[in-house]
């Protein structure tokens, strides 16, 4: 049974960072594409970063250079550390994975999903 669980989530000032962490089970890491979502209220998820199988990074236009996104293959594990946080990046985030790159780039539902966690940032 796949399970991806995310976490660290909260309420911070603007400027302020969080660290959210995604624990997965039935899904090694390693072998899937992983990255994070968000969507924004009455709006469709967006991708916000994604580690493909090999290492490489890539990121939505909005948070370079204020997020990372890192990933701990031994544990099975999914990161993503935002700084500068700002009040347009209050969402709820989601930890995914997927198979393919196709996949996960257009955030299929067939992909596996977290159940969210929520970051608001107030100004």
């Known amino acids: 049974q796949v399970q991806l669980v995310e976490s660290g989530g909260g309420s911070v000032q603007a400027g302020g960072s969080l660290r959210l962490s995604c624990v997965t089970s039935g899904v090694t890491s390693g072998s899937f594409y992983m990255g994070w979502f968000r969507q924004f209220l009455g709006k469709e998820r967006q991708g916000v970063a994604t580690i493909h199988r090999d290492g490489v990074i890539t990121y939505a236009d909005s948070v370079k250079g204020r997020f990372a996104i890192s990933r701990d293959n031994a544990n099975n594990a999914l990161y993503l550390q935002m700084n500068n946080l700002k009040p347009e990046d209050t969402a709820m985030y989601y930890c995914?994975?997927?198979?393919?790159?196709?996949?996960?780039?257009?955030?299929?539902?067939?992909?596996?999903w977290g159940q969210g966690t929520q970051v608001t940032v107030s100004s």
């Open positions: 995914a994975a997927a198979p393919t790159l196709a996949q996960m780039i257009r955030g299929y539902e067939s992909n596996f």
